[in-house]
């Protein structure tokens, strides 16, 4: 079923993969609380194709690797078709708490709470983290998401909308790599 979505997904995406130049931190939503450090990371075929191809493979690989438990907790969720978000939570300092529940993104003036959690890090369970320790996790929200407009990331009273600065950077490397792909077609073609 999560096979199916992603291959339907990049059906319908028209940037072509292996000309972005993006880096994950370039996309990443940051929050911090003073305890713990938050990187919000959506992993929407539009947004992880405009990355670095070594970045959008290890990404892609990632969630076809988990797609028997994004399936499982997409079912459980009451859904087919997730958005998917990679959560990581960073300790700042010795024995650090973290609740994964309370991240909440805003998008269109609606609010989407995770309807599933797929771990990544077996600190996950701990809901604590040492400092400079890490936990990531799959977030599975509704669809309805838009990475293609402002959004809002918040945790415990804090939020951030540094996503419209990101979505700038969108459209700006979508036009590059089109071009970038155009220039490669015209050579491989005038090559022949």
């Given at each position: 079923m999560i096979y199916a979505l992603l291959l339907c997904l990049v059906a319908q995406d028209t940037v072509p993969t292996g000309y972005g130049t993006l880096r994950?931190?370039?996309?990443?939503?940051?929050?911090?609380?003073g305890t713990i450090e938050i990187q919000v990371l959506p992993l929407d075929e539009q947004v992880i194709r405009l990355l670095a191809p070594d970045t959008y493979r290890s990404l892609a690989e990632l969630v076809r690797s988990r797609a028997a438990e994004i399936a499982d907790a997409a079912a459980r969720g009451g859904t087919e078709?997730?958005?998917?978000?990679?959560?990581?939570?960073?300790?700042v300092v010795p024995q650090a708490r973290f609740n994964p529940e309370e991240l909440n993104v805003t998008s269109r003036g609606r609010l989407f709470r995770p309807i599933g959690i797929v771990p990544l890090s077996p600190a996950w369970s701990s809901f604590q983290l040492d400092a400079r320790q890490q936990a990531a996790a799959l977030y599975l929200f509704e669809p309805g998401i838009s990475f293609a407009e402002q959004l809002t990331v918040s945790y415990q009273g804090l939020s951030s909308d540094a996503w419209s600065r990101s979505v700038r950077l969108f459209e700006q490397e979508r036009a590059r790599v089109k071009a970038r792909a155009q220039l490669e077609a015209k050579r491989d073609s005038g090559a022949r």
């Open positions: 994950r931190d370039d996309v990443a939503v940051r929050l911090a609380t078709n997730p958005t998917l978000v990679m959560v990581t939570f960073l300790g």
